[in-house]
């Protein structure tokens, strides 16, 4: 099956290929044969898996145990890479707003508990101040 996959792309890759390459020959293991595909043949193997002459496919495990991938799939995966990849990029932006609100929202909240030290020192000292005064006229001198 290997030899036959073999044959099928170079009938797929010869017409692009310089006309040393194509006068090139290829053997195969003792008791497989080989095989020159037409238009509309397809190469199927024991395993129901087709593929036809636009197929492009690798080496018998190149890239796992499950044998060859055709180009379609590895677009497809592809296509989910990149998608993955924004995904990413979009939480990254995201990321880095939010911890720049997050500056900024905690820099106001010390500025604010700064603000409620400040103003409840006052307070306090204003009700200090009301409750030191003996009449009335002496509380017109305390001041927030």
Not at 7 to 28: H, R
Not at 67 to 84: M, P, R, Y
Request: aromatic share 10%; glycine share 2%.
């Amino acid at each position: 099956m290997k030899c036959f996959l073999t044959v099928a792309a170079l009938v797929i890759v010869a017409p692009f290929l310089p006309g040393q390459a194509i006068a090139q020959s290829f053997s195969c293991p003792i008791g497989k044969q080989p095989s020159c595909l037409d238009y509309s043949d397809k190469v199927c193997s024991s395993f129901s898996k087709c593929v036809d002459q636009n197929a492009v496919c690798f080496d018998s495990y190149q890239c796992d145990y499950n044998g060859f991938t055709c180009k379609s799939n590895v677009l497809e995966i592809a296509k989910k890479h990149d998608a993955l990849v924004d995904d990413y990029n979009r939480l990254i932006r995201t990321s880095k707003a939010l911890s720049v609100e997050y500056d900024d929202l905690l820099e106001k909240s010390r500025r604010l508990a700064d603000e409620h030290d400040d103003l409840k020192m006052r307070a306090d000292e204003f009700q200090r101040c009301i409750q030191r005064a003996s009449t009335l006229d002496e509380t017109e001198y305390c001041r927030l």
